[in-house]
């Protein structure tokens, strides 16, 4: 599906929703609804007209011509060299001397991506310069972002980067303060960042956050139809809706390089170590919190501890990691008319499944349920994310086993994040630090999409 074809259901979806509350609840009145139906209507409308202003944009004949994206002759309110953004607000341009990032228009990210869409692909649809950039050039443009922090650089190959990337501001901004670095790099790391993520694989959407707070709509009840016979009046059901609010939350990560390695690689070199280490550290945490967050700020709030998620009734000292419980779990969905796309568990629950085996020692296989439905375990994901050294009564070394519709699952990211260097902090070891730092948050859109197994041990 195409980004312009995420969009216009995305549109018609949200038009739905908001004629749904209209008619049902205001019987066409919107000054009849009270503040609750009030808030999500209006919600739903805003994201109806944002879908609408990127799908417009995207299908026009203009969007598709440079001259247009990229006009020199300045329009009222734009600079020259500024491109047109979706809502026809000017961006790019020259910008002051302490921005480091692209100016995206406000709403330009508001509709869940699957993870086969790319935020470097919507980035080029929406015409931002250096979107189609190598990625040698934007790791080179990183890495020089990265040195520039901590000592001057070669005038040549800090405008050879510039401008590849597309950034018309200073990148050789010298000095440990914070940078926020520019919306390609940002892109860039993000997509790392996803593609490393197990719950990404298994269908979580991300939501690329332009605000703080996003609310994304959704209906919890829906509505229920009735056979009438000729000439009889409907009686009106209404559905429940509310919204899943993301509230985006501090994530920092830190990695060290040497001092000697910082000084003497190529700026390629250094960003990918950067973009790589960063976005592997990333991952594992946002997997872990996507699955069990506590909720307890400022962690974010997982599947594992949602409400109206399934949770297998362990034992008294844990149960065994066996196709009982798996069996359990597939029943649980089933009964919620939810078809799984995965399961994650650990390494050791996945090999202790792996190593059942029957009384002649052969290899016991899945009941056929699990393998002739909609088969789960064709999807079966590991990661160190799920611990497997919890305890319960004298049961040790135990872990957890997810199964559900991950694509119920949402990951809310802003589009910026920033950068960092410390070189007194490690001085004695002759390293630098790099910190970076990105805010994220987690929702759960259909709850009873997912059930877990906690405290499974191995056999």
Same mark, same amino acid.
């Given at each position: 599906?195409?980004?312009?074809?995420?969009?216009?259901?995305?549109?018609?979806?949200?038009?739905?929703?908001?004629a749904?509350?209209?008619?049902?609840?205001?019987?066409?009145?919107?000054?009849?609804?009270?503040?609750?139906?009030?808030?999500?209507?209006?919600?739903?409308r805003?994201?109806a007209?944002e879908?609408?202003?990127?799908?417009d944009?995207?299908?026009?004949?203009?969007?598709?011509?440079?001259?247009?994206?990229?006009?020199?002759?300045?329009l009222?309110?734009?600079?020259?060299?500024?491109?047109?953004?979706?809502?026809?607000?000017?961006?790019g341009?020259?910008?002051?001397?302490?921005?480091?990032?692209?100016? +995206?228009?406000?709403?330009?990210?508001?509709?869940?991506?699957?993870?086969?869409?790319?935020?470097?692909?919507?980035?080029?649809?929406?015409?931002?310069?250096?979107?189609?950039?190598?990625?040698?050039?934007?790791?080179?443009?990183?890495?020089?972002l990265?040195?520039?922090?901590?000592?001057?650089?070669?005038?040549?190959?800090?405008?050879?980067?510039?401008?590849?990337i597309?950034?018309t501001?200073?990148m050789?901004?010298?000095?440990?303060?914070?940078?926020?670095?520019?919306? +390609?790099?940002?892109?860039?790391?993000?997509?790392?960042?996803?593609?490393?993520?197990?719950?990404?694989?298994?269908?979580?959407?991300?939501?690329?956050?332009?605000?703080?707070? +996003?609310?994304?709509?959704?209906?919890?009840?829906?509505?229920?139809?009735?056979?009438?016979?000729?000439?009889?009046?409907?009686?009106?059901?209404?559905?429940?809706?509310?919204?899943?609010?993301?509230?985006?939350?501090?994530?920092?990560?830190?990695?060290?390089?040497?001092?000697?390695?910082?000084?003497?690689?190529?700026?390629?070199?250094?960003?990918?170590?950067?973009?790589?280490?960063?976005?592997?550290?990333?991952?594992?945490?946002?997997?872990?919190?996507?699955?069990?967050?506590?909720?307890?700020?400022?962690?974010?709030?997982?599947?594992?501890?949602?409400?109206? +998620?399934t949770?297998?009734?362990?034992?008294?000292?844990?149960?065994?990691?066996?196709?009982?419980?798996?069996?359990?779990?597939?029943?649980?969905?089933?009964?919620?008319?939810v078809?799984?796309?995965?399961?994650?568990?650990?390494?050791?629950?996945?090999?202790?499944?792996?190593?059942?085996?029957?009384?002649?020692?052969?290899?016991?296989?899945?009941?056929?349920?699990?393998?002739?439905?909609?088969?789960?375990?064709?999807?079966?994901?590991?990661?160190g994310?799920?611990?497997?050294?919890?305890?319960?009564?004298?049961?040790?070394?135990?872990?957890?086993?997810?199964?559900?519709?991950?694509?119920?699952?949402?990951?809310g990211?802003?589009?910026?994040?920033?950068?960092?260097?410390?070189?007194?902090?490690?001085?004695?070891?002759?390293?630098?630090?790099?910190?970076g730092?990105?805010?994220?948050?987690?929702?759960?859109?259909?709850?009873?999409?997912?059930?877990?197994?906690?405290?499974?041990?191995?056999?």
């Amino acid at each position: 599906m195409s980004t312009l074809d995420i969009l216009r259901k995305a549109q018609q979806q949200n038009e739905r929703i908001a004629a749904h509350i209209l008619d049902t609840h205001g019987h066409g009145d919107v000054n009849r609804l009270d503040a609750n139906q009030r808030e999500v209507y209006d919600e739903a409308r805003k994201q109806a007209n944002e879908a609408k202003a990127e799908a417009d944009w995207l299908d026009s004949k203009e969007a598709r011509e440079p001259d247009y994206k990229h006009d020199m002759t300045a329009l009222p309110g734009q600079q020259k060299g500024q491109g047109v953004g979706i809502d026809g607000k000017p961006f790019g341009g020259q910008r002051g001397a302490k921005s480091y990032t692209k100016g +995206v228009p406000e709403g330009a990210w508001s509709q869940p991506l699957p993870p086969d869409v790319k935020v470097m692909d919507i980035l080029a649809e929406q015409g931002v310069t250096g979107a189609q950039a190598s990625d040698d050039d934007i790791c080179g443009a990183l890495g020089v972002l990265v040195k520039s922090l901590s000592f001057p650089l070669d005038r040549k190959e800090v405008e050879h980067y510039a401008r590849a990337i597309g950034e018309t501001k200073d990148m050789a901004t010298t000095g440990s303060a914070g940078a926020l670095v520019p919306t +390609v790099i940002a892109g860039y790391v993000i997509d790392l960042l996803r593609n490393r993520m197990v719950t990404s694989a298994a269908g979580l959407k991300t939501v690329p956050m332009s605000n703080k707070t +996003v609310n994304v709509p959704r209906i919890t009840g829906d509505v229920t139809p009735q056979w009438l016979n000729e000439g009889a009046a409907l009686t009106l059901s209404d559905a429940t809706l509310d919204s899943v609010q993301l509230v985006a939350k501090r994530l920092d990560a830190g990695t060290r390089v040497s001092m000697e390695l910082e000084e003497d690689s190529d700026p390629v070199g250094i960003g990918q170590v950067v973009a790589q280490s960063m976005a592997s550290a990333f991952a594992s945490e946002v997997d872990r919190v996507v699955l069990r967050g506590s909720g307890t700020s400022p962690e974010p709030r997982g599947i594992r501890n949602q409400s109206g +998620v399934t949770l297998y009734a362990p034992g008294t000292n844990g149960d065994v990691a066996n196709w009982t419980v798996v069996l359990a779990l597939f029943k649980a969905l089933l009964g919620a008319n939810v078809e799984p796309t995965a399961t994650i568990t650990s390494p050791n629950a996945a090999v202790a499944l792996a190593s059942l085996t029957e009384t002649t020692n052969a290899y016991l296989q899945p009941p056929s349920v699990l393998t002739n439905y909609v088969n789960p375990l064709s999807l079966l994901r590991t990661t160190g994310a799920v611990p497997a050294n919890l305890t319960k009564g004298t049961g040790t070394a135990l872990t957890e086993v997810y199964m559900g519709d991950f694509r119920q699952a949402l990951l809310g990211l802003r589009t910026q994040f920033t950068l960092q260097t410390a070189r007194e902090l490690y001085r004695a070891t002759g390293q630098v630090g790099i910190f970076g730092r990105m805010r994220a948050d987690v929702g759960v859109e259909h709850p009873a999409a997912f059930a877990v197994a906690t405290f499974t041990g191995p056999v």
